[in-house]
């Protein structure tokens, strides 16, 4: 059985930087609890997933993203 290669979508769109400001695009990256979501799942390159990480902890210094997420429901 053959599985799908996933494609790297910052390869595609062949982005060179990963914004920490564009918090729409780096919340796509996390769980619902607020954790980065491995790149094995997602599919982003090791390049990527580096750049993106790095986003997403700078974008949570400056509370544009939450650490955790509300979970009450």
Known sequence: MLKKRRIC???EEKD???DYKDDKRLIRFMTEQ???IPRRT???CARHQR??????KRARQLALLPYVADTAK
């Open 9 to 11: 979508r910052f390869c």
């Open 16 to 18: 060179v930087y990963v």
């Open 34 to 36: 607020g954790k980065i």
């Open 42 to 44: 997602s599919g982003t």
């Open 51 to 56: 750049m993106l990480t790095t986003a997403i």
